[in-house]
């Protein structure tokens, strides 16, 4: 284990991404305004390592960048930019710049591009648009939010039933100005425009030009409901291991593709999105200034303010057996902090699971058994350990049985409420990672001190 | 927002995987002994979807349906299952079935089934493959596990330098049996097997016979080092938009290949791992049984048994000042939760920014200065709110300022630890979402209990 954490570390030294001696020189050419210098460091980047320049940097190197390097900034940086630094980014391009940089962008991409941004920039934007360019971002708009019709790309190469190998390559050949930059499949439709089936470019190349298309059909084939919410998009091409898959109206009709490469995107959100929710964190990016972040994370801390004062008002109900028992105050906290961190454990694999489509109705009766016997177990486990503390610390065998009874109790409880808070919520058609931490740690806070102080106040008094 | 949730419902119930329906009716169908309908109910299915199957039901009908249906049990469903069910299924499966699911797979596959099983299980499946695919992946197990080198698959098309797009194209209807199923570049290889770029199979299909390779060449284009670690070529996949990218040995020559769906599911893993080891659970599946679940627990909550006890001896030096205002006892546990949380934030952003290269030395002074801004802006925020809280609830002027205060210390200090604790363990190669939950709380619970008790012993005795 030791040996591979240090070989690991070279290669991550060597690994992608941007090297801070890059940020480093970029930062002295602009503070020298030194644009040649500039350009040089900018030209070997990638776009996404471009903008990820851009939120390293705090706002004023931004501008200065932005300022001095306006000739590197094409529609491909905008794209991968942070949703929270597009409005500030576009606004500061000058207009050119920015019309000829959504211009190479395919419509995919100006879509995405223009989804978060307000009216009137959306204007600017699709103002910069050639009219048949415009005309297929509106159409995606119409889509809803987060479906597979925003995510889709419109190009598609597409070829009728009857053609064969041969007809096919010629039609690419004829009309190679109008293929996708990139694309993997041909898609075969019917006469109403319907896809029935795909052939990969590595069949096409390798097969004789008399084939009929209909016969390389790869059996990955699946096609896409247009209104199809783009997590369910993700998973598909996860579990299926798609490259690329045609998308359908209600009428069956083709309308676009998803390639693999978006669908990674949207996989890497999703779950950027279920790790902030599971600490409380909403949309959350390191370029937002402090307000912005305040505002983001006051909310949850509000609510854990509630869950915190609500374990308060069951403390304060023993406030007798406490003055009596100062060692109660001392030790009430540790029943408390066990039962978080184990629902915590409990919570988070079922949250996982629930992400994953492996807890469904089907097991989910034989995770929650599961859960309650390790829950009773561990609570078993450190019931002993926790009352052989409470007669060592304490001296007293009544306190220890009383912790070492209070640590089962939570314990149990707190694997139950794991599984079944996340699972009803997500019955409920409510995100579990949203809210599933703060159910659980409001009933293992006052299960915790109940149990403990309850049965001291029995036992002891 | 409530709109979209409802709207959500629907897809996600037509959406993708198994469904509950099929699983209760091929339960049936192995209940009733009946082989034919299993075959006609496991027939339809994905190999993925198969092996979700198995992972959904317990060990006691997961071997009757591999008993019924052991002729759907291929190379795939093996290859797609979860590690901790191959031992058990790959055991039961008789050696004819195994032998033949096991030749079917690419070079990658084979590896990547067998790097977690067991030396004499790893050697009935090294039998079961021919000569040149044995030595194939005997190579490939010579890399570092979660290296590029086990994750690349050996079967690559490359050309030389001087080929032309029609000697290509011949070339590749020549060998067509050779082929692997999925290939979206071919590599271009000089004298010495070094790739020098690479050409997609659309700019191929789109050219006329005469055009040299060496003219189509993509901008995408980027090697791997072999040794690379697999997290590191899962972040260069979604990074840079690569679809395929050569895999290269030290001296630069090309042994393999690897691609998107194989980073995919890499990208996949490393996000499973991060949001498991935050909370606190090592490696753990749905289909992990009672006792290896505890084992997986036990660890995490025995660590945090230690921090609690050491938060329990801060409470303990302040007995006498309990004992005396037994108000204390009921309110120490909100300034520590608070705290808990507000740590709880700030490093699960750390962590995720650390993991997707956002945090870097670069940046990393100024996201600590903001991070400790929104820390004390948010602790006097709820400093206001507790001091209110404390005033109506125990009519004490002075014990609400010494709660405000400690809030105002303990939410900065938070957001400090939040930040510079999964940064430090980052730099000293541990990871990050392994061990931060526990200095953290550790930090804030000790900080916080202290910070009140402190303040109250000084002002309120």
Partial sequence: MEDEVIDQVEPEEE?????????????????????????????????????????QVDSGHRREILLLGSSFFDGEVL????????????AFLPRDVLSEAVRELESDDVVDLLEDLDEPQQAVILDALEDADRLAVEQALTYPEYSAGRLMQREVVRAPEHWTV???????????????????????????????????????????????????????FRTIPATQEEGEVAYAFNQY????APVVDDAGRLVGIITIDDAMAVLDEEHEEDILRLAGVG?????????????????????????AIVASLVIAQFETAIAQVVALAVLMPIVASMG??????????????????????????????RELAVGVINGVLFALVMGAVGV????????????????????????????????????????????SGTFVTTVTDVVGFFAFLGLASVVLL
């Fill in 15 to 55: 690994g992608y991404g941007l090297d801070n001696r890059t940020v480093a020189a970029i930062r002295l050419a602009v503070a020298a305004g030194d644009r040649v210098r500039l350009g040089e460091l900018l030209e070997p980047l990638h776009p996404a390592d471009i903008a990820d320049l851009l939120e």
């Fill in 79 to 90: 794209s991968e930019l942070d949703e929270s630094l597009r409005e500030e980014v576009i």
């Fill in 166 to 220: 041969g007809e096919t390559i010629d039609h690419l050949r004829a009309h190679k100005e109008a293929l996708p930059d990139q694309f993997y499949h041909v898609i075969v439709v019917d006469p109403g425009i319907r896809p029935v089936g795909y052939v990969t470019l590595g069949k096409l190349l390798s097969s004789r030009r008399s084939v009929k298309l209909t016969e390389l059909f790869e059996e990955s």
């Fill in 241 to 244: 291991h798609l490259i690329s």
């Fill in 283 to 307: 949309d959350s990016s390191l370029s937002d200034r402090v307000v912005e972040t305040c505002r983001q994370r006051v909310p949850w801390l509000l609510v854990n303010l509630g869950t």
């Fill in 340 to 369: 978080g961190n184990a629902g915590t454990q409990s919570l988070t694999v079922a949250v996982r699971a629930l992400a994953t489509k492996d807890l469904t109705g089907s097991n989910v009766w034989r995770v929650v058994r």
């Fill in 392 to 435: 060592l610390w304490f001296g007293s065998g009544t306190l220890a049985m009383v912790i070492a009874a209070a640590m089962i109790i939570n314990l149990g409880v707190a694997a139950l409420a794991g599984i079944l808070v996340p699972v009803m919520l997500d019955r409920l058609g409510v995100d579990p990672a949203l809210a």
